[in-house]
């Protein structure tokens, strides 16, 4: 196992786990990550959506939740900035973040590849690992299509051994099926962000960083003020991305990434100046970057 959270978070308090995600999900993998990483023992327990994740984690103070927040091939998971956006409680922040690979394996009973006729997995499984269907299975190749890809490993047990499905490595852990090929999407250097949130205070580590999400008035200068604020206290901005507003018609929110922990005084007093130089503030936190 992983090192303790030590000062980062006490790891004792944390009684349950809240993922997203079904078995042998990408969410599920990051979720053992944090766990090893940080030597967590706590419930887990996994769900359908996003929101369930958080709902659950604002309604439990001894909970954590483990969610996407980006990927490199699709983008912004909008689902994930909107549900912490909207939080109701304002104490649940980010604890902890981690990139991850995102790697589709093709996953069989069989031990050989050459033996493959057939392949279960859902459409968008598919999609993202085309280019090895194309090239490296038969062209007449049976593909059975099914909701999601827990379904696709229940189901091979149906049908006889030349039948393989697109799931991760955990998935061919948790169903003890072979690895025939890992890496087989079409981006090979795909990967994940995944955040780890709750109602936890932290502590600074030498890979903290600070998130907040702000609007600023539509007038000349009114970004430039936020931005000579960091300059100003030597604080290095590492991430700036803009999302439409929920909050009003043609406002956008600024989530910005910088170095630092809100317990260090400049980072304090840096957040607290630019609070005065928005319409909207929301601190998001401060946290290990591992």
Same mark, same amino acid.
């Given at each position: ?64 939740? *483990? ?65 090895? *269907? ?139 100046? *630019? ?16």
């Amino acid at each position: 196992m992983g090192s303790e959270m030590s000062n980062f978070v006490d790891s004792q308090k944390i009684k349950t786990i809240a993922y997203l995600g079904k078995s042998g999900s990408f969410t599920e993998m990051a979720k053992d990550y944090f766990c090893e990483k940080y030597s967590l023992d706590a419930y887990q327990m996994p769900f359908r959506t996003i929101q369930e994740v958080m709902s659950y984690v604002e309604q439990d103070s001894d909970a954590v939740g *483990i969610i996407p927040v980006e990927n490199a091939a699709e983008g912004i998971i909008r689902e994930t900035n909107d549900n912490l956006l909207k939080s109701s409680d304002e104490h649940i922040k980010i604890l902890a973040e981690t990139i991850l690979p995102s790697n589709n394996c093709l996953l069989s009973k069989n031990s050989e590849i050459y033996n493959i006729t057939g392949l279960i997995a859902p459409a968008p499984a598919i999609a993202r690992c085309q280019n090895y *269907i194309k090239t490296e299975l038969p062209i007449h190749l049976n593909i059975i299509h099914t909701s999601d890809t827990e379904e696709a490993a229940r189901l091979l047990n149906s049908y006889n051994l030349t039948y393989s499905i697109i799931g991760t490595e955990k998935t061919a852990e948790i169903y003890n099926l072979n690895i025939l090929n890992s890496n087989i999407n079409n981006d090979k250097d795909n990967h994940t962000k995944f955040l780890m949130v709750g109602n936890f205070e932290t502590e600074p580590t030498e890979h903290s960083v600070s998130s907040i999400a702000i609007s600023v008035s539509d007038v000349p200068g009114s970004l430039y003020n936020i931005v000579k604020e960091f300059a100003e206290n030597n604080i290095n901005i590492t991430y700036i991305h803009a999302t439409p507003s929920k909050l009003e018609a043609n406002e956008y929110v600024l989530f910005l990434d910088f170095n630092g922990h809100i317990k260090e005084s400049h980072v304090k007093q840096t957040i607290d100046n *630019i609070k005065q130089n928005t319409k909207y503030f929301r601190f998001m936190g401060s946290y290990e970057r591992i």
